[in-house]
């Protein structure tokens, strides 16, 4: 296999700079015209991909799993103690999940993830990621003043609650878990799972409400 | 590489923007980027050579570009780089020596290679390891010129090991396609150490760290 010079990556990445219009519409069609053209991809294999991660893959995926560590014990323990195994028993295994840790909220802590030096992200348990996810923003801030994010996103948390932020440097992925919220008990998994938001299984949702369920 | 994807800990980016990015896409071109990276179609790229190329981007555009136009980018250059675009293709935008088309897929299929996508980065490796969870560890005050995942606010920072993963792969030379295992640690860092006192001592700050960016305590 090649290496990978960085000198002249830099150098080809100056060139497109200074001689490609920025558009991106551009961009991605003269990649995907000469992919196609090289028979590297069919166009119907791009639209497969779309559909699989817009109608199949997403974050409904991530709250199945939350609402069965709410509602069976045992997995709750398979859950926290190796993630990337208990997600196989639902076929949620796939893009960037080889390696997944769950982290659970309490009365006293709350869990956060973010991808400061790119936008790292559980693809095949949370779908595609939000943009603010993605955004310098959310990037830079969530590490230096995660309780003021938090309050951006709604969630007042008290000083008394610590705050862990878990930026994703490695190959490991994290999903939180969020609490049961109150009066829920005897709802079923599909019930339960209606109430996990996307935003409460990276960490800047938390008290979650029954009122829609 | 101290670049400017390095984002933690920097101030004036104003308000996250938290309504936004609720549909997975918002153009067509964000569509046709989605798949063309997921399906793989530079085959000589790993994950950390797709990481340093965005970070050798131009900063300017680095900044400004969105996600998926910062893939696009990307992708161009790595194809280039690894010859299989020309440059002066992709300025007329087709291929000066087109091959068979490629077959297609359906959904089906792509749902079935997700999972089989389910990649293990762990390294074997009987090295033994040169820190232990509970142990108190200093981060490197100087990194490399080329990729590495230690980022600018955690570096020589005190920091406590709380989990060993064994040997994953290392990106700093995973980035220059070289297969190599090193231990890969979490390491947990008090807000206070990272951002001074005025921050919440309840609060924590965790990564993890491969075992050459630590150094004892």
Known sequence: MSTFDSDHAAKIHRHIHSHLPSDPALRVK????????????????IDAWVEAYSEHIGPMRGARVVARAWTDPEFRARLLSDATAAITEFGFEGNA?????AVENTADSHNMVVCTLCSCYPFSILGMSPAWYKSAAYRARAVREPRAVLAEFGVELPEDV???????????????????????????EDRLAALVTRNSMIGTDRDLSTGAA | ??????????????????????????????????????????????????RHGLELMVPGDYLTFSYFQKWATNYLMLMVDSGQFTLEEIGQGHASDPSTPAKAKTTA?????????????????????????????????????????LPAYARNALGEVIAHHGSHLFPDEGAHNRHVGQHLYTVSFTA??????????????????????????
């Open chain 1, 162 to 188: 610590a705050v862990r932020v878990w930026d994703s440097t490695a190959e490991l992925r994290y999903l939180v878990v969020p609490q049961r919220p109150a009066g829920t008990e005897g709802w079923d």
């Open chain 2, 109 to 149: 299929d792509i749902i079935a290679q997700v999972r089989a996508a389910c990649t293990d980065f762990s390294v074997a490796d009987d090295t033994p390891s040169r820190f232990a969870i509970g142990e108190t560890v200093r981060t490197l005050r100087q990194i490399p010129h080329h990729h590495t995942r």
């Open chain 1, 30 to 45: 003269a990649l995907e015209s000469l992919a196609v053209e090289k028979g590297l991809i069919a166009p119907e294999t």
């Open chain 1, 97 to 101: 999940t080889g390696h997944l840790k």
């Open chain 2, 1 to 50: 590489m101290d670049g400017i994807h390095d984002l933690g800990g920097k101030e004036g980016f104003g308000p996250v923007p938290v309504t936004a990015g609720d549909a997975p896409f918002s153009h067509d071109w964000e569509r046709r980027m989605w798949g063309l990276a997921r399906e793989g179609i530079c085959p000589s790229m790993t994950i950390d050579s797709f």
């Open chain 2, 192 to 217: 206070a150490e990272l951002w001074g006192d005025d921050a919440n001592p309840r609060d924590t700050v965790t990564l993890e760290l491969w075992e050459s960016y630590l150094v004892p305590a």
